[in-house]
């Protein structure tokens, strides 16, 4: 079983900083991706961002070159760096990493973008 736990969700203003960070403890056999989901009021759990043991990197065309994802696979920890962010990036932030074929979410961590 693995454990996710979130942290540094908040409310900025638009056009500031904020970094997520999840890390996976528990019966951790072999991560193979780990990534970023947001949920916003009324609509369907998005991906943001993924990266995989290979080092591959996706992210949702919405927050191309304004967030980045870094994986930490020593620390089996995640972090999501959100910088200029809007309004619309309002959400609540879910941490997922799947290992050997299972998905395992987060609890989710709020972030409010105020205009």
């Known amino acids: 079983q693995v454990q996710l736990v979130e942290s540094g969700g908040g409310l900025v203003q638009a056009g500031g900083s904020l970094r997520l960070s999840c890390a996976a403890s528990g019966t951790i056999f072999s991560i193979n991706t780990m990534a970023w989901y947001r949920q916003a009021p009324g609509k369907q759990r998005e991906l943001v961002a993924s990266?995989?043991?290979?080092?591959?990197?996706n992210y949702a065309d919405s927050v191309k070159g304004r967030f980045t994802i870094s994986r930490y696979g020593a620390k089996n920890t995640v972090n999501l760096q959100m910088n200029s962010l809007k309004p619309e990036d309002t959400a609540v932030y879910y941490c997922?990493?799947?290992?050997?074929?299972?998905?395992?979410w987060g609890q989710g961590t709020q972030v409010t973008v105020s205009s």
């Open positions: 997922n990493v799947v290992s050997r074929g299972v998905a395992y």
């Open positions: 990266s995989t043991s290979g080092g591959i990197t």
